[in-house]
């Protein structure tokens, strides 16, 4: 058999055209398209389990995702209560440190910075007794009358 033989053959006249497809001007790249098919082909298994992880992952993300949304909740109604109990405090009368209202005051702002990243969250029932607080305050600093 001679390479005259070889070349004109099946096998060779592929190999020589695939060549050419991959070296000329039009993007087509038989070789690459082939090596990529095997190596899906070998790789099938892996690619099968990185997929299974991926999906495992975004499970996952969405479950934490949705237990941090949770407990920034739950962190908010915690400040809304303390700023509901140091309201009604102050409408029974109780006397409180100039440190306790700027304690009550850093609560407000968090709890306020929540309220406004957050739209969806329910906040207006604390929205007078945070007007009470600052009223309160502002008096108590006029009239410089702090327990």
Known sequence: MELKDILLGSGGVAAILLTILQIAPIRL????ALI?????????EVISEI???KASQKA??????AH?????????????TRILAFNNELLRQ???TREDFIEILTVIDEYERYCKEHPDYKNNRASHAVCN???VYDERMRKHDFL
Do not use: C, F, M, V
């Not at 790249?29 to 690459?32: D, G, K, R």
């Not at 941090?68 to 809304?80: G, L, Q, V």
């Open 29 to 32: 790249n038989p070789w690459s």
């Open 36 to 44: 990529r098919g095997i190596g899906r082909a070998l790789n099938a």
């Open 51 to 53: 997929k299974e992880i």
């Open 60 to 65: 996952a993300q969405a479950r934490l995702e």
């Open 68 to 80: 941090i949304r949770t407990d920034d909740e739950r962190e908010a109604d915690r400040h809304r």
């Open 94 to 96: 109780i006397p409180h």
């Open 133 to 135: 607080i600052g009223r």
